[in-house]
C-alpha cells in the first residue's frame, strides 16, 4: 500500500516529456490495477504490475485517483498566498508524503545552494483530499 501511494504522488504533469506516470489502468472484481506504463501507445507494458484489494486501497487512500502533481499545486498556490516571498524557484523542492485516510502530511523541504551557503526551509502542510484544501500550516 505505501509503495502505492509513494509512487502515485511522484507523478509529474508533464509526464509525456518525462516518462510514463504511474497509473491506475483499471478495476475488476474488488482489485485494482496500477503499475508505471513503459510503452507510449494503448499497448499496456509495466515492469512491476501491482494489484491490490479494493476495500484495502479505500480505507487507507480513499482519494486513490489523485496524482502527485495535483496535490503540489495545491501545496504551491496554498504558500504562495499565504507566506510572503514564497517561490519555488530557485531551490531543490523535496516532497514527503503521508497518508492517513482523507488527510496528506506534506513535508517540503527547499534546498538553496547559492554562494556555497545551504540554506533550507520546510513546510509541513496537511491536504484534505476531498477538496486538496490546506488544513493545518506549519513553517519549521
Known amino acids: ?3 502505492f501511494f509513494q509512487r502515485k ?4 504533469k508533464d509526464y509525456k516529456v518525462s516518462g510514463r506516470r504511474f497509473e491506475v489502468f483499471y478495476e475488476k ?3 485494482i490495477y496500477c ?3 513503459l510503452n507510449a501507445n494503448k499497448i499496456i507494458k509495466v515492469d512491476t ?7 484495502l486501497l ?9 496524482d502527485g502533481y495535483q496535490v503540489r499545486d495545491a501545496v504551491y498556490k496554498y504558500l504562495r498566498s499565504n507566506v510572503k516571498g514564497f517561490t519555488n524557484h530557485d531551490y531543490k523542492n523535496h516532497f514527503i508524503y503521508k497518508v492517513d485516510k482523507n488527510i496528506i502530511t506534506v513535508m ?11 540554506k533550507s526551509i520546510k ?18
Open 1 to 3: 500500500m505505501e509503495k
Open 35 to 37: 503499475g508505471k506504463n
Open 58 to 66: 479505500l480505507t487507507e487512500f480513499s482519494a486513490y485517483h489523485l
Open 123 to 140: 513546510y509541513l502542510l496537511k491536504v484534505d483530499t476531498a477538496n486538496l484544501e490546506i488544513q493545518e500550516f506549519k513553517k519549521l
Open 49 to 55: 504490475l501491482y494489484i491490490i484489494p479494493k476495500k
Open 108 to 118: 517540503l523541504e527547499q534546498v538553496s545552494h547559492k554562494y556555497l551557503l545551504r
Open 9 to 12: 504522488m511522484k507523478v509529474e
Open 29 to 31: 472484481d474488488d482489485l
